[in-house]
């Protein structure tokens, strides 16, 4: 009886609540008992494999479950959204310019990185894109390849609007079954992220992050300025309200979790239990959440920027404005294909440091330092991306909601 009356209580309490005492309690075995603290990372990696488990089927099944129920004459908003993915993406690239030019980086290289292969050039990088579109259903579903997923749920949900209404019941029941499957998972953060946080502070410690002070200051100062200040004007300009509940809202509760599973795709089913709690538009969220997890990549932007730059300043290499407005471009679009490149935004640091001239092997060693400093960078990185998600797909939600409510 008490054992049911503790689990009911933890399925009815503050989830936000219970995953800030799983991160102090994370924190305190990982200073009291360290060794401990290690063994308890299998918490941890159980609830990222669930997560990114159920993520590929649940984003299959409710995007062609949307499509196929659409009613006639309902609008999804998608090509707002996917242009404000775009232009925060090419916003976040400009801000880490503006840092790194007023707070120059330069780095004790370091080897590490010879056994990473970047990509030679964007085509390569949009070739990639392109060939996961037509990817095997059965092998997107496994790979987690969600520009596949979209392509296909998009194609099967079409070709099911005309279906049977039996036919359109049962994609609509699964997708009510995956979701309840998320919730449960969702649920279990607090553990989850328990073991994330004392297993990571018992193996690596920050000791290996203090001679890098100064790059993750203009790397997080450039992140904290876009979540701050550029998302919550975004959202003002098209909302015309007050953007920062919405804004902490989304950081609290997408971003958290991003911060410890630091995958977007893990991510991906909290941040459609979010938008489902600010109750946006379904047919919409269901698919801009997917396509926002590997095309909405402001912190990736920021990542390629800040470290080319850091490696340009380094090797002592003058830098004119054209040539910083090109590599904010580079970045975007690079910053966009990340997700379908192996080693993610890291591995793109070559590309753009060969806008400078910078030898393959000197960029390679810049991405040695990133991996060094990705406990925190990529952390932040996917906190940044994954809220962003929700933030933008909300504003824009809101901003038709009031356009066509009656006067």
Not at 26 to 48: D, H, R
Request: some cysteine; overall charge neutral.
């Amino acid at each position: 009886m008490l054992h049911n009356s503790f689990l009911a209580r933890l399925a009815r309490g503050n989830l936000v609540l219970q995953i800030l005492a799983g991160i102090i309690l994370g924190i305190a075995l990982s200073m009291i008992a360290p060794q401990q603290a290690e063994s308890v990372g299998l918490l941890g990696a159980l609830f990222v494999g669930a997560l990114k488990a159920v993520a590929p089927i649940l984003v299959f099944i409710l995007v062609a479950a949307s499509i196929a129920n659409q009613k006639k004459n309902q609008h999804t908003y998608m090509r707002p959204i996917v242009v404000l993915y775009l232009f925060g993406t090419f916003t976040a690239a400009l801000t880490a310019v503006t840092m790194s030019f007023l707070f120059p980086t330069t780095l004790t290289l370091v080897s590490g990185a010879e056994g990473a292969t970047p990509p030679q050039g964007i085509a390569e990088v949009l070739n990639t894109l392109l060939f996961q579109l037509v990817d095997n259903p059965i092998n997107a579903l496994k790979n987690a390849n969600y520009i596949g997923i979209l392509a296909w749920a998009v194609a099967l949900g079409l070709a099911l609007h005309h279906a049977s209404a039996s036919t359109k019941a049962l994609f609509e029941d699964l997708s009510h079954g995956i979701s309840q499957i998320v919730r449960f998972i969702i649920r279990l953060a607090p553990f989850g992220i328990f073991g994330l946080v004392a297993s990571t502070l018992a193996t690596t410690g920050f000791s290996a992050l203090a001679g890098y002070l100064h790059l993750l200051f203009v790397l997080l100062g450039a992140m904290a300025i876009i979540a701050l200040f550029v998302n919550p004007l975004i959202v003002f300009v098209k909302t015309r309200e007050n953007p920062y509940p919405l804004v902490f809202q989304c950081l609290r509760e997408s971003g958290v979790t991003a911060f410890f599973t630091r995958s977007s795709a893990a991510n991906i089913p909290v941040n459609m239990a979010l938008c489902e709690k600010l109750k946006l538009d379904e047919d919409t969220y269901s698919v801009s959440i997917p396509l926002g997890a590997t095309i909405n990549m402001a912190g990736a932007a920021i990542t390629i920027t800040v470290l080319t730059l850091a490696a340009v300043h380094t090797m002592g290499i003058e830098v004119d404005l054209l040539t910083a407005v090109l590599l904010s471009i580079v970045a975007a679009v690079s910053a966009c294909g990340a997700s379908g490149v192996a080693g993610g935004s890291l591995l793109l640091i070559p590309l753009a440091c060969g806008l400078f001239g910078i030898p393959n092997e000197i960029a390679m060693q810049v991405v040695a330092v990133g991996f060094i400093i990705g406990v925190v960078q990529d952390s932040a990185e996917t906190a940044l991306n994954s809220s962003t998600d929700v933030i933008f797909t909300a504003a824009v939600c809101k901003q038709k909601q009031k356009q066509n409510r009656p006067q």
